[in-house]
DNA sequence: TTGAAAGCGCTACCAC
DNA sequence: GTGGTAGCGCTTTCAA
């Protein structure tokens, strides 16, 4: 395989071939097939193969003013939510001829890359997920120059975003620990405010009150998604009756586990433990961690392909909440023990 | 604050400042400081400003053949050394006013996505990361059309790359067990033929040869770096008298230690685990994982460095092996127990 | 069915 | 110091 020095460029091609440029473009974007003679697409097509011909990306954007790139921004890489996320849209953008720049970018830093990427001209459309305040995200969407949907919460004034349904999946997970028999049960939930907090909330009490137990305030904690609030929380919860938990997260709840069997805790015979979304990761820990599945590829997915469409010029329904999967059972939860709860 | 809603280009600004767009190009780009008068300056900057002008990046690496981008393509994104990788880079990167173009793909898919950036003119160089055979990333290699360095392996006819000093790291693990008083210890190392596996190998012999104590091949698994790759290895290992395990990654040690405790191991009294690389999940394991950790954010910040040297026309040291870290201290790593060692 | 030509927005060279 | 201008490689009218 010899390797080509030079980059061949249309013009190449079309002296090859011993015809215009225009009519070299047309035939290799493949457009207006018909209004072409079959026999000068032939040899078109034999000039470019020998000269190995590869479009320039660049030229092409500046011509016609698009990058065919949709920008992902996303608060960190390893997160297996946002992980999928982007393997989602990636797919689906890469279906549609696009391509994914990625940026990660740690709070508040969110708003020079939604400005960069978007007045710089890198980027067609912009999918967004943000851990920021509100007002924080909102000021940094007003300096997006392109249209852009939002990821994994919803934001008055962002018109277009794909969301998961925290809500059904925080009824399902505790929903469960009920018909297993719990009645005490606590909640590891994320940061006061937040959009999908609220939504977790109420998704638990939603299966509090269809099962007649009464909500007690003293049984939720809110914290960051973090291990170390995990554990904090659980120090809360551990001076209640409760029996099991329903955490927010894989990683709150692996802090949870954590601080439990460090204060000498039986799991899952003492505290059952079930968080949302679901990995890899759940497996690894001990005991292996019971979760509700989460679509978190499939949200990459619609947001993609939400953002093409509205770049297509289309109306496409503005808000999207995608129902949570399989309770995926594994061994932190057990029903409770017959005696007493364990007292602190 | 008002939104522009018309994007303003070079032309905008320099009719607005009474002077030619060449003169607004050498102003806003900075350069040849001295060369323009202070007031011209002061009036094209106004102009800029109150346009809000932002230069047209498709625009300038058009014209100057350059796109001020590194490709860099992972294996996947949702994996610690490949995550931290990517934000060393991107700092580095950022700092010489570079950005990224992430790129995961899966293996065999490494190919399109080198030749796609290279060729379609995206990026000015690649920064490869790769699980794939020799021959496969050689091949894929030999269809890049900028220069690469390779990431977390050397590659024979490549001769830019970044790697973790696999080898001290194991032999460091090694000989912390050994100092324990570990005098059977198993190796769950990667699969054979891999850099980094044989690598990892030469340092656990290493540390036993310091020791004087015999290489026994029967101590010695491989596999990929999988949870399910670390359960199925340490099967073996179990019907030995091993009292302790160095494993290559964190996954692999969490799946041992699972199919351990599943077969009834009290960890870590009857087998210690220490693995490479460190990582918060390293806490979360039960018993949390001593690990050794490696500078898996310098290797992608020393990578990116070479390669925009190498760019910039430089001719840096072709190949670096960088040390590993600290030995982390967790509670998966204890004495023997004096009596003999359990046997299946 | 094909060719000619006008730019997209920018930088860099050459004048003055 | 500043202006004029060519052209990066491509797409897309408009003519022929």
Redesign the pocket.
């Known amino acids: 395989m010899r390797k080509q020095r030079q980059?061949?460029?249309?013009?190449?091609?079309?002296a090859m071939a011993?015809?215009?440029?225009?009519?070299?473009?047309?035939?290799?974007?493949g457009?207006?097939e018909?209004?072409?003679?079959?026999?000068?697409?032939e040899r078109i097509l034999e000039a470019a193969e020998k000269l190995n011909?590869?479009?320039?990306?660049?030229?092409?954007?500046?011509?016609?003013?698009r990058t065919f790139t949709l920008g992902i921004v996303v608060p960190q890489l390893d997160n297996p939510v946002f992980s999928a996320a982007i393997r989602g849209a990636e797919n689906l953008a890469a279906q549609h001829g696009y391509s994914l720049l990625i940026s990660h970018r740690d709070l508040g830093e969110a708003a020079t890359t939604i400005a960069k990427l978007s007045q710089m001209?890198r980027v067609d459309g912009l999918l967004v997920a943000s851990l920021d305040a509100d007002e924080v995200l909102h000021s940094d969407l007003a300096e997006a120059n392109v249209p852009y949907v939002l990821l994994n919460r919803q934001l008055s004034g962002a018109p277009f975003s794909v969301v998961l349904d925290s809500r059904e999946a925080a009824r399902k997970a505790t929903e469960y620990l009920v018909s297993l028999g719990h009645r005490r049960i606590g909640h590891l939930g994320g940061r006061l405010g937040g959009f999908n907090a609220a939504e977790r909330l109420a998704g638990y009490r939603a299966a509090l009150d269809a099962a007649g137990i009464p909500f007690d305030p003293a049984l939720v904690t809110m914290g960051d998604y973090t291990f170390g609030a995990g554990r904090k929380a659980v120090r809360e919860l551990v001076r209640t009756d409760a029996t099991a938990i329903m955490a927010a997260t894989l990683v709150s709840a692996a802090g949870a586990m954590a601080e439990l069997r460090l204060a000498g805790w039986q799991l899952p015979e003492e505290m059952s433990v079930i968080a949302l979304h679901d990995a890899d990761f759940a497996e690894m820990l001990f005991p292996a961690l019971s979760t509700v599945m989460m679509p978190t590829e499939e949200m990459g997915r619609v947001a993609a392909d939400l953002l093409i469409r509205k770049l297509a010029g289309g109306n496409p329904e503005p808000v999207r909440a995608l129902p949570p999967g399989s309770l995926m059972i594994r061994d932190s939860t057990v029903a409770p023990r017959p005696g007493a709860p364990r007292s602190k």
């Open positions: 980059k061949a460029t249309l013009v190449d091609v079309a011993e015809v215009d440029v225009s009519t070299v473009s047309r035939v290799l974007r457009q207006s018909q209004r072409i003679r079959a026999e000068t697409r011909y590869r479009p320039n990306f660049t030229a092409r954007s500046l011509r016609m003013s001209n």
